[in-house]
């Protein structure tokens, strides 16, 4: 698995190259589209694949703007793998050059995602107007941020577009840079004429950061705060409400940051857990919340290249936290551990590919769980067939009285490519048949991570890279 970050190994399922951990181009090749014609899916891989003669000969029957499911035309793709002869014959066909996404993201986007400075230089130089300014630009100058590309952001200004454009959130590029702590990015935004005056602050005060409480329409929870331009998910509070925890994205490789509300301000996230080759995410507290679980392909011994994903905790120390320790082989496998929570016992719920046949590894995850006695914890146990089957079951919540149990999967059917599903536990200790939990929380995108709060009033979830809450009002509808 070298050089392959946690969530790319964990979330195959969801939109290829936007969540920023996804960088590895095999994954690319792997994913194409499943809800297209055979010959519509062979264009998308054959053009990553640069196999220009084929791709020539499948195009007979088929549109030079073609889309797959996710909205990603053939010059998405050939950018993104870097092709550049499939690229230049794709705009001498007339293909589209502003074509965008589900995700409203251009070829020019992927040019800034995946580093590819010339395909950006040939796609600015092909615009027939300005207007492409002021409708992308905003966006293009954060992901150029986001990449700490100073030459991109001097090529994008160069071409016009303004330095100080908010974007969809209202923060300019030089906002988005003191945020990251991205000093160099920032000088140079300043350099370029970046107006400080532009650049928000933001104090969060009182319980849930100070944030209105949600009604049954998830919200983000924290703009601009926790939820930001980066990509947020897994996350977790303390008993307390006054410590917060989870995980962030940093273009391959994932840490854990936390806040903590100190009388009542909310401290500025900070990084607890973090390597230059191992990832970390998904944080969960233990019930006495002496240690923090997370997962983490990290080597037993902490050095080489990452591994398969185990489960492994952190223990509170009198001045922060221990070094990471492997939850050890009882619950980790040969296999990729996703995702920890427990009950009031302390059973742990997690999920598993480790008894997945070899040629499913990559899609077949089961939901397990491993009862706890007197500190050691048991042979994990799968659940039945009303929660697991043969697509991807992971993320797993469990109520702390185990009255309902909530997990993301991929299974057909769904509202997108990942969503929530939820059972409860019927009297005789069965599990009813889970069931999705609808367009209220699943959208055509990816819903994963849920946890609701000790207080039971919120369930929160990540969603197209940031993280949401919504009142566990939607669960109560769901009983019956």
Not at 315 to 336: Q, R, V, Y
Not at 435 to 450: H, R
């Amino acid at each position: 698995m070298s050089n392959i970050s946690i969530l790319e190994s964990r979330k195959k399922h969801q939109f290829v190259y936007y969540l920023y951990a996804m960088r590895n181009l095999f994954l690319f090749i792997l994913l194409v589209p499943t809800s297209l014609k055979v010959d519509a899916q062979n264009i998308f891989r054959t053009a990553c694949q640069g196999n220009l003669q084929r791709l020539d000969s499948l195009m007979t029957n088929i549109s030079i703007d073609e889309r797959d499911d996710r909205g990603r035309s053939l010059l998405h793709w050939a950018v993104a793998c870097k092709e550049r002869e499939v690229f230049d014959w794709l705009l001498a066909k007339g293909i589209e050059i502003n074509a965008e996404d589900n995700q409203h993201r251009t070829p020019m986007h992927v040019a800034l995602q995946f580093g590819g400075v010339s395909f950006l230089d040939v796609l600015l130089g092909l615009q027939e107007s300005d207007s492409w300014t002021h409708t992308y630009g905003a966006s293009l100058l954060t992901a150029a941020v986001l990449k700490r590309d100073t030459l991109s952001l001097e090529k994008l200004v160069d071409a016009g577009v303004d330095i100080n454009a908010t974007n969809v959130r209202g923060s300019t590029a030089l906002e988005i840079s003191q945020r990251l702590g991205a000093t160099g990015v920032s000088s140079f935004l300043i350099a370029k004429g970046a107006d400080r005056n532009k650049v928000r602050q933001f104090e969060m005060k009182g319980e849930y950061m100070g944030q209105k409480p949600p009604g049954v329409k998830p919200e983000i929870f924290a703009p601009n705060f926790i939820s930001t331009e980066e990509s947020e998910f897994g996350s977790v509070f303390n008993k307390e409400g006054s410590e917060f925890y989870f995980g962030v994205d940093m273009g391959g490789r994932n840490e854990i940051r936390y806040s903590q509300r100190i009388e009542e301000e909310w401290s500025k996230p900070s990084v607890i857990l973090d390597h230059d080759r191992y990832g970390y995410n998904d944080p969960f507290l233990s019930n006495d919340e002496k240690r923090l679980y997370f997962i983490s392909g990290q080597t037993l011994d902490g050095l080489g290249e990452n591994k398969d994903i185990d489960i492994w905790y952190v223990e509170k120390e009198e001045n922060g936290w221990s070094d990471p320790i492997n939850a050890g082989p009882t619950i980790n496998t040969e296999g990729n551990e996703y995702y920890i929570s427990f009950t009031d016992q302390g059973t742990m719920y997690f999920s598993s590919n480790g008894n997945a046949p070899e040629d499913r590894r990559g899609s077949d995850y089961d939901i397990y769980y491993s009862e706890n006695k007197d500190g050691v914890f048991q042979e994990p146990v799968a659940l039945g067939n009303s929660i697991n089957t043969t697509a991807y079951e992971a993320d797993v919540f469990i109520a702390p009285d185990e009255s309902f149990i909530i997990f993301c999967s991929t299974r057909d059917g769904g509202e997108g490519q990942g969503d929530l599903y939820i059972s409860f536990k019927q009297k005789n200790g069965d599990w009813t048949e889970a069931v999705n939990m609808g367009p209220d929380i699943n959208t055509p995108l990816y819903e994963y991570c849920p946890f609701v709060t000790k207080d039971g009033k919120y369930l929160f979830f990540t969603s197209n890279q940031d993280i949401f809450w919504v009142s566990t009002e939607v669960i109560e509808k769901l009983k019956y």
